[in-house]
């Protein structure tokens, strides 16, 4: 009830899927529909028993009928594959239970299965369990592959990254030498799959003497484990208890409705449990609020400076969209099932570009009282480098700023290094040349362009290591002022250049 009229949409991260009930349902989808994860976690009834999911087949599917009636398109399942105790049969049950739902819904969602390779953590019932290896995590995600197809997708975890998961967790602190080897290698944002050099990993293991495998194997009853000298409250007795009620599918009950497990972390004096319930629980839903219609556009004129220059245009419009809710509940959105805040800009200048003149035209449903004001309190909600410097009232329906750009002026400051008078000299060659073609690939096709339509002025300021241009930009497109430096002036490499967009010229 509080989102719903600031246009806030809520989505909530997997569910268990006996707990999804169909007030949540109405709720979350007053603003949008957002995507819905519910986690099965494994594919037969003994295999959930043994990790203690407390959901039956009836559960889920009774979720998938809420979810479906509530009039989603689209249903993500969130599977493990790899768990303790797991046969054949609990892989083909996921591909059963997949197919079971799409049956169902009759087609009509679109499905995600989505596989990821359990990790036996520390500090849980499962620690003394061995991790599959990533020969088998391939096996059966191949398998679970085949299920592609119609309105069913299938994604997965890179096996290599569940290796390293597993590696890292369980592994002592003669481990540490090989991740600070792996940094010094090279490794860096391994979370992200294009990122991930996993042969530099396997490097570092070996230079150090580790085997990843003994960490990933299973242990003995009483193995020491590197991890025992954290106390986290649950005693190695009752995991071990827990690791053996597992295996023989004895389900603990949940001690917030039950009698306590005497886990050890309650002691019943300094750490008592409680039960945080929702007051309004029964509160009337709201409906949304309908679109207000007034319209009265803003041109709005900033910077992009400092450490804001390495926002990526689609960050940039998050960042301003949000500035602006923060101080007005006026501000116009677009309709449909994703209402988005109405900002157009100008031109979607490169991560990494400094600039002091950026524009974009804002539309809100009333006229504002003071704008003076209100540039106050948005630039007091923007991060440093961001900040408004003109906003004024244009017609509503005006020709849109990318229409109108008409070119773009820079100044680019470069090494001191640089060979200034042979950079002269190439300004003066293209000053003279009644033609100068630029090829660009695009699309595995080669473009040329002739850069002299497109470059209106370079002055090249050697005194201050700095070289001023202005550049049309036309409805085909523009050039770059790092093609410039390096196909015109002859520069090697821009990358170090300190690039500064100072003006944008528009069409009278």
């Known amino acids: 009830n509080e989102c719903i009229p600031r246009h806030v949409s809520l989505s909530l991260p997997s569910l268990r899927v006996e707990t999804l009930t169909s007030r949540m349902a109405d709720s979350i989808k007053r603003v949008r529909k957002t995507s819905f994860t519910l986690a099965p976690e494994a594919g037969t009834q003994r295999l959930r028993n043994i990790i203690n ?24 399942l969130y599977f493990m594959i790899g768990l303790p105790g797991e046969t054949e049969s609990d892989v083909e049950g996921i591909a059963a ?25 520390p500090h849980t019932p499962f620690q003394w369990c061995r991790q599959i290896d990533m020969e ?29 998961e597993g590696f890292l967790c369980r592994a002592d602190r003669y481990a540490g030498k ?81 009698n306590c497990n005497n886990c050890g972390v309650c002691n019943g004096k300094d750490i008592q449990m409680s039960i945080a319930l929702a007051e309004d629980s029964e509160q009337e839903l709201q409906p949304a609020p309908p679109q207000k219609t007034g319209e009265f556009p803003y041109r709005i004129a900033f910077t992009k400076l400092g450490v804001a220059r390495f926002l990526s245009h689609l960050e940039m419009s998050s960042t301003l969209a949000r500035a602006f809710r923060r101080v007005s509940n006026d501000i116009a959105y677009s309709q449909g099932f ?32 003071s704008v003076v004001e ?56 293209f000053s003279l040349a009644p033609e100068f073609l630029i090829t ?13 339509e497109l470059v209106e002025l370079i002055i090249v300021l050697a005194s201050e290591q700095a070289i001023l241009m202005r550049l049309a930009y036309q409805t085909s497109g523009t050039i770059k002022p790092s093609e410039v430096l390096t196909e015109i002036l002859g520069i090697s490499s821009a990358t170090s250049a300190d690039i500064l967009k100072t003006k944008t010229f528009f069409k009278q």
């Open 338 to 369: 994703h209402p988005q805040a109405r900002i157009s800009f100008a031109f979607a200048t490169a991560v990494g570009m400094a600039s002091l003149e950026e524009f974009a035209d804002v539309t809100f449903t009333k006229d504002l009282d």
């Open 374 to 429: 209100i540039m106050a309190r948005i630039n007091h909600a923007l991060p440093a480098g961001l900040a408004i410097t003109q906003m004024i009232p244009i017609a509503p329906h005006s020709t849109s700023l990318a229409r109108r750009i008409s070119a773009f002026e820079y100044r680019i400051t470069l090494d001191e290094e640089v060979n200034w008078e042979g950079i002269l000299e190439k300004a003066a060659e």
């Open 53 to 76: 999911k407390g959901n039956t087949e009836d559960d889920l599917l009774a979720s998938v009928n809420l979810v479906a009636a509530a009039g989603w398109k689209g249903l993500k």
């Open 97 to 121: 239970t997949v197919k079971k739902i799409a049956s169902i819904t009759k087609n009509r969602i679109e499905i995600t299965a989505s596989l990821s390779t359990f990790v036996p953590k």
């Open 440 to 452: 660009r690939e695009r699309e595995g096709k080669k473009i040329s362009r002739n850069a002299k």
């Open 178 to 258: 090989t991740i600070e080897e792996a940094f010094r290698l090279g490794c860096r944002f391994d979370g992200w799959t294009d990122n991930l050099h996993f042969a530099l990993w396997q490097t570092a293991m070996e230079n150090n003497g580790v085997d990843p495998v003994s960490f990933l194997s299973e242990r003995p009853e009483n193995c020491p484990f590197p991890w025992d000298i954290i106390d986290c409250g649950v005693s190695r007795d009752y995991l071990r208890s827990e690791y053996l009620n597992a295996f023989n599918e004895i389900a603990t009950p949940d001690c917030r409705h039950q």
């Open 136 to 164: 088998e995590t391939v096996a059966k995600q191949e398998r679970l592959k085949k299920l592609r197809g119609g309105n069913i997708s299938v994604k997965w975890h890179d096996k290599r990254m569940s290796f390293l």
